[in-house]
C-alpha cells in the first residue's frame, strides 16, 4: 500500500499560499530593530493578546433587524436562546433620519431595511424577554443616536439593569455620513455637538459603553480605496477627539472608549500592499522629492 506524504501543519496561509508565522521577530526585518514589541506585551502595539484574535475570538454580532418589533424580538429571543449574547440592531431609514413610521416622508420605507423604532414602549417591546444586563448591542445609528441610546437606557432601566453595567456600541459617526451615506439631520456643528454629548454623557455614566464607531467601511464601499479609508477615517478621529478636549474633556477619560470599523477584504495586508504600489503619487499628489 502506498503511504500518504506526510501533511505538514501549518499556523495560517494567505489565498494565494503563503505562509504566515505565528509570530514574527525582528530577526524577520531586513534591518533589525531590537527594540520591537511581541504581541501581548507592552505597550502592545503588535495586539493586547499573544495571537491575537487567532486564540480568543471577538464577539460576532448578527445585524438583523425585521419590519417590526415583534417579528425582531422573536429573531432575538432565538438567538438569545442559542446562547448569543452580542446583537447588532439593524433600524429603518425612517428611525435613522429621524421620521416616525406614519411620516409622510417615510412611506415606501417603513421596515425595508430594519426594524421601526418610533417610541421608547417599541425600544421595551424589542427586547421583552432578554437581559440587557447580560448582553452588549452595537447600534447601527447616527444622527439619531442620542435618542436611541436615551431609550435603550431608559428600557435597560425598567429592567432593573443600570446603565453602569450596559455593554455595546453606538455608531455616532456623523462625519462619515456627509462623505458617504447621506443620513444626516443637521448640520456640521449642531451634528458635533450632539455627538460630543454623547460621548461625554458615557464617559461620565456608561463607562462600558462605546459612545462612537468611526467608520471607514462606509467610505470604502462608497467608492475610497483602502489608503483612502484609512486615511479619512482617522481624520474623522482626529477631529472628533479635538472636539471632546474643546468641549473640556481629559482625553484619558474618553480616548479608550472609541471604536473604530473598518472593511477588511479577503487578505488586509496583502490589499495594503498592493494599494500603496498603485496609489503611490496619486493619493498624495502634492508630495515630491524635497518633501519625501
Not at 443600570?162 to 455593554?167: A, D, I, M, T, V
Not at 478621529?237 to 471604536?259: E, N, T
Request: glycine fraction near 6%.
Amino acid at each position: 500500500m502506498k503511504e500518504k506524504p506526510e501533511r505538514k501543519e501549518e499556523f495560517r496561509t494567505t489565498v494565494n499560499g503563503t505562509v504566515v508565522k505565528r509570530v514574527y521577530t525582528p530577526t524577520d526585518l531586513e534591518e533589525p530593530k531590537p527594540d520591537t514589541s511581541f504581541p501581548g506585551e507592552y505597550p502592545f502595539t503588535r495586539h493586547v493578546m499573544p495571537t491575537g484574535y487567532r486564540g480568543r475570538l471577538w464577539t460576532m454580532r448578527q445585524y438583523s433587524g425585521f419590519a417590526t418589533v415583534e417579528e425582531t424580538n422573536k429573531r432575538y429571543k432565538y438567538l438569545y436562546e442559542q446562547g448569543v449574547t452580542g446583537f447588532s440592531i439593524a433600524f429603518h431609514l425612517p428611525t435613522q433620519l429621524g421620521y416616525d413610521s406614519d411620516h409622510p416622508l417615510a412611506v415606501g420605507e417603513v421596515g425595508k431595511c430594519g426594524v421601526a423604532i418610533d417610541s421608547l414602549q417599541d425600544m421595551e417591546r424589542l427586547w421583552d424577554g432578554i437581559s440587557l444586563a447580560d448582553v452588549s448591542t452595537s447600534m447601527t445609528i447616527n444622527a439619531t443616536a442620542p435618542i436611541l441610546l436615551a431609550m435603550y437606557v431608559a428600557a435597560a432601566e425598567k429592567q432593573e439593569a443600570s446603565q453602569e453595567k450596559l455593554r455595546g456600541t453606538v455608531q455616532n459617526d456623523l462625519l462619515k455620513e456627509y462623505i458617504a451615506r447621506n443620513t444626516y439631520i443637521f448640520g456640521p456643528e449642531p451634528s458635533m455637538r450632539l455627538i460630543t454629548d454623547l460621548c461625554s454623557y458615557c464617559a461620565q455614566n456608561m463607562p462600558k459603553w462605546n459612545p462612537i464607531s468611526i467608520s471607514g467601511y462606509h467610505m470604502r464601499e462608497a467608492g475610497a480605496t483602502a489608503i483612502q479609508e484609512a486615511a479619512f477615517t482617522l481624520a474623522n478621529g482626529i477631529a472628533y477627539a479635538q472636539a471632546m478636549v474643546d468641549k473640556g474633556m481629559a482625553v484619558d477619560s474618553f480616548a479608550p472608549r472609541f471604536s473604530f470599523f473598518f472593511a477588511a477584504y479577503t487578505n488586509l495586508l496583502e490589499e495594503i500592499a498592493n494599494e500603496v504600489s498603485r496609489s503611490d503619487g496619486w493619493v498624495y499628489p502634492h508630495r515630491t522629492a524635497a518633501n519625501q
